[in-house]
């Protein structure tokens, strides 16, 4: 269900993704990131060892709890990701933006015709009930995936899609970029999103771990940063 795929991942989903940097504004104002390289060797090391690493997975284990219908494992993966947020810049954009994403497809369900023909899937609010709020993007975004038929691994790669267009766009505006130049570092990502997608996809639960560190530190020094285009 492509047209599906595209929606979720649309970064024109009312979501509120645009508002957040994930640091990357206090990045360019200590001139850490500074042009078009910097910003995409960033990009590159977080999907190899970072956080999107981290949540794309917590995203796959939330897709395979729904198709399983494994409540009690759906509710630890989300407290889980709530605890492997290191500052509160990050876990408040994860809960705003997972919980208006549930808000969103529970509007949807309604009038959605293409729904999982495939599963015996329960009502959607039913899963809303049982992980009440907050609930995590990455959680938010699994149980959307199943409900609308999508394919294990096109949404992982539609997940990690959103996350370096929303970067990259919060990029051409801070450093500046002009548009082309983004798009050329979309195009530039595209490998190792593909990498990426395949690597998570094999990954146990004694595997999920990364190193944040840099990440940590911009989102902690963002939150009282004098000047901001960003939310904090």
Not at 13 to 27: C, D, F, N, R
Not at 71 to 80: E, G, L, R
């Amino acid at each position: 269900m492509i047209l599906n795929l595209l929606q979720l991942s649309s970064p024109a989903l009312p979501l509120g993704a645009y508002s957040y940097s994930e640091g990357l504004e206090t990045l360019v104002e200590n001139h850490i990131i500074t042009d078009h390289q910097s910003l995409l060797q960033w990009l590159i090391q977080d999907l190899k060892f970072g956080a999107i690493r981290l949540e794309a997975a917590v995203m796959v284990r939330a897709y395979r709890c729904v198709v399983n219908q494994d409540f009690n494992q759906f509710i630890y993966w989300n407290q889980w990701s709530t605890a492997t947020k290191e500052t509160a810049e990050l876990r408040q954009q994860s809960w705003q933006m997972g919980n208006t994403l549930i808000q969103l497809l529970v509007h949807l369900e309604a009038v959605k015709t293409t729904a999982n023909q495939n599963l015996e899937l329960p009502p959607l609010k039913n899963w809303v009930e049982q992980v009440g709020k907050p609930c995590n993007y990455a959680i938010a975004f699994g149980l959307g995936a199943v409900y609308w038929n999508l394919d294990l691994k096109n949404a992982l790669l539609g997940y990690l899609y959103s996350w370096a267009t929303n970067l990259i766009n919060a990029g051409v505006k801070l450093i500046p970029l002009g548009q082309t130049m983004g798009q050329t570092l979309l195009l530039q990502l595209h490998p190792e999103i593909e990498l990426t997608a395949t690597a998570i996809l094999e990954l146990k639960d004694e595997d999920l771990v990364s190193c944040n560190w840099g990440l940590a530190l911009a989102s902690m020094a963002h939150e009282t940063q004098y000047s901001r285009l960003f939310r904090s």
